[in-house]
T-cell receptor, first 118, second 113 residues
Framework: GAGVSQSPSNKVTEKGKDVELRCDPI?????LYWYRQSLGQGLEFLIYFQGNSAPDKSGLPSDRFSAERTGGSVSTLTIQRTQQEDSAVYLC????????????????FGEGSRLTVL | SQQGEEDPQALSIQEGENATMNCSYKTSINNLQWYRQNSGRGLVHLILIRSNEREKHSGRLRVTLDTSKKSSSLLITASRAADTASYFCATDAMTGANSKLTFGKGITLSVRP
């Protein structure tokens, strides 16, 4: 597609349920990032993929959070046994990495998935 | 911990005035980027400045970088009501082969018509 696509755009769930959030990056972008944004706050880094591997998972808040990426493309962020503090907007971004030590280039963001845990 | 911190947290100006936003960071960086976010939307990249650059321009935007002070500024000239948004600086810290952008909490800019 033309841009980064995220689904669902809105998800309301009950505490204790599992949720899956999907990100479809721009075709050809090798790097993929997940961030979390709580109301009025900045972006909290969750995880970064280069291809299908995740060199940096340091931001995942707990073992209830996991993410995978398949085929160097679509990524899924899974939150198990959701808690009210998981309520936030989950943003996905992708970028084109040309050389490994070149640093992070411009990130292209999706519109986010707004998660509300009741 | 927050790598980039923006200042001020909120800024309100009249249309036509210039808006200056500042960002400070803590560790050495590969590059620093500024993003804009309209309410309820994703972030949009504005400009990237590399650690060996001191100033960069893009349209009405001017970004400076002072690596000795670990700070950057974003200047929007001749502001418009449509510039109303949140602005974030993001730093790409030197962590070897892996890079991630760390964002600040953002600056809320309101431009009054």
């Amino acid at each position: 597609g033309a841009g980064v696509s995220q689904s669902p755009s809105n998800k309301v769930t009950e505490k204790g349920k599992d949720v899956e959030l999907r990100c479809d990056p721009i075709s050809g972008h090798t790097a993929l990032y997940w961030y979390r944004q709580s109301l009025g706050q900045g972006l909290e880094f969750l995880i970064y993929f280069q291809g299908n591997s995740a060199p940096d998972k340091s931001g995942l808040p707990s073992d209830r959070f996991s993410a995978e990426r398949t085929g160097g493309s679509v990524s899924t962020l899974t939150i198990q046994r959701t808690q009210q503090e998981d309520s936030a907007v989950y943003l996905c971004a992708s970028s084109l990495r040309i050389r490994e030590l070149a640093g992070a280039g411009e990130l292209f963001f999706g519109e986010g998935s707004r998660l509300t845990v009741l | 911990s927050q790598q980039g911190e923006e200042d001020p947290q909120a800024l309100s100006i009249q249309e036509g005035e210039n808006a200056t936003m500042n960002c400070s960071y803590k560790t050495s960086i590969n590059n620093l980027q500024w993003y804009r976010q309209n309410s309820g939307r994703g972030l949009v990249h504005l400009i990237l400045i590399r650690s060996n650059e001191r100033e960069k321009h893009s349209g009405r935007l001017r970004v400076t970088l002072d690596t000795s002070k670990k700070s950057s500024s974003l200047l929007i000239t001749a502001s418009r009501a449509a510039d109303t948004a949140s602005y974030f600086c993001a730093t790409d810290a030197m962590t070897g082969a892996n890079s991630k952008l760390t964002f600040g909490k953002g600056i809320t800019l309101s431009v009054r018509p």
